[in-house]
């Protein structure tokens, strides 16, 4: 019986067990996926058991994706740059790290359609570890301009450190002007989630073919989301990502790449809804 885990404090909402399992049924595997509640105290512990223990690694959530990056070896030179992973394998003996959300956000962004990053502006709203990813995926795809609006200013500055020039900071209350000439418009902030204040942007300055796209999935159709559509922007929802991030995980433990299916999607999607329903 091959097994993975999430691990994470809290881990109870993680969504990623559905996700795995799911596709364990699907593709016949002998296997399982399971949530691991592990304490900032017992992080150390819990990866330098890793190795030898029944599982095969594990994704990485909340506190812990900074922490972890240090107890492990980056696989790849996007995961250096980044300083966090998500997702951990063994490889040859040791343990390997890696980020999966950059690759998942552009999976689920393209997926959509043809839709040309090179050379052409996003504007980012926050920059918090999501955008991190975010960001860096947008700068490999060759964008020309990549807008980071954050509350915090700072943060967007380590951005442009981290990224180079592209990356262009913007302050919080200039948000709306950023988006003249935008191709794409990203919500990377917590804002808009469930039980947090809503996004507070004004649309008008937005070029009428720019995509709009939301990593908070819960609720599936953010204001954002729903303010887009009835001004006839294209619209990505954030499900998608996560559904995407996953893909690397599994095919490194399960030995498959696995597909994200309209049937995952809607398996995923009621079980959002039903935190929805009163
Ligand atoms: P994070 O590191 O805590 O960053 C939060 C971001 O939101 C920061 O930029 C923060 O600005 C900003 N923010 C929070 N409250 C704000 C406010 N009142 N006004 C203005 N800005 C505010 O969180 P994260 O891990 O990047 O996650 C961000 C969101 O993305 C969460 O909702 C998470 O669930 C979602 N997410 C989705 C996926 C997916 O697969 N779809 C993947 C990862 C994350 P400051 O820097 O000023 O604090």
Request: with cysteine; hydrophobic share 40%; glycine share 10%.
């Amino acid at each position: 019986m091959k097994k993975a885990c999430v691990i994470g404090w809290p881990v109870s909402h993680s969504r990623s067990p559905l996700i795995h399992n799911y596709w364990l049924r699907l593709y016949g595997i002998a296997g399982e996926y399971v949530r691991v509640p592990v304490e900032t105290a017992g992080l150390e512990r819990f990866i330098a058991e890793l190795a030898a223990s029944e599982y095969l690694g594990c994704n990485v959530t909340i506190p812990h994706k900074e922490r972890a990056f240090q107890l492990v070896t980056p696989a790849d030179d996007m995961t250096k740059r980044l300083g966090v992973v998500n997702t951990i394998y063994r490889s040859d003996g040791r343990l390997l790290g890696t980020s999966t959300d950059g690759e998942g956000f552009i999976a689920n962004l393209t997926s959509a359609g043809d839709l040309k990053l090179k050379d052409r502006k996003a504007v980012i709203l926050g920059a918090g570890g999501a955008a991190m990813a975010i960001v860096g995926a947008l700068v490999d795809q060759g964008m020309g301009e990549i807008a980071v609006a954050n509350r915090t200013l700072e943060r967007s500055g380590q951005l442009r450190e981290k990224f180079g020039s592209a990356i262009k900071p913007v302050p919080w209350q200039n948000r709306n002007e950023a988006l003249s000439e935008c191709a794409v418009l990203v919500n990377a902030t917590s804002l808009g989630m469930k039980g947090q204040p809503p996004l507070d942007i004004d649309l008008s300055r937005l070029p009428a073919a720019a995509v709009v796209t939301d990593i908070v999935y819960s609720p599936l159709r953010t204001a954002l989301l729903s303010d887009a559509a009835r001004r006839g922007h294209p619209t990505v929802n954030g499900l998608g990502m996560l559904l995407h991030q996953a893909v690397r995980g599994f095919e490194l433990w399960f030995g498959k790449r696995p597909e994200v299916t309209p049937a995952l999607y809607d398996l995923i999607a009621r079980d959002i809804d039903a935190d929805h329903t009163p």
